[in-house]
């Protein structure tokens, strides 16, 4: 009798499986086709706006390219994988996910302001034309040329020889270009 009982669960068990992986074959094998189609529609979107990117910024403000379309790329691969959960069947763990992505990325966000705030200061400092390698510049106190403009730091060469290194959000917030002294005087070339 005990024997029959375990056959018969083992038996229910088995044949519930199989009508389980029945039905989740068709999900699977769309999840599949979807994720296939997802992949080549995105690496195509991101080499698309990454050549139309390039066109449009300058070599100097390269970086500014490459981060927009990390981001957007960030953006998108995120969005296919909640849309691939969601087709195989794990609905609620893909709007699950979606809401804790988006606290742990306003934690984030918080944590790292000052980073950001340096990025978002380096961009607006690589598209700014007054402000070029080169340049000789004041920034609080400190003097120098201007020797890397990067996302969230710049360098300055000063006149003794030493590079010293601000953050963009000191840079942005309050820099003066000064004039070039020349050791000639002008038109006497």
Partial sequence: ???QFVTRIVERTLAELADGIEAAIPRLITGLVFGIVAYIAIRLLLTVLGAALRRYYTERQALV????VTIVGLFLWFGAALAFLKIVGFGDIAASLGT????IAL???????EMIEDTVAGVYLLRDPDFEVGDRVEVDGTEGIVSAIELRKSRFTLDNGDTTILANRD??????KRAEVRSEPPGSE
């Fill in 65 to 68: 390219a490459q981060l927009f």
């Fill in 107 to 113: 934690g984030i966000s918080y944590a790292l302001s």
């Fill in 1 to 3: 009798m005990a024997v």
């Fill in 171 to 176: 840079v942005e917030a309050e820099w003066t």
């Fill in 100 to 103: 804790a992505v988006g606290f």
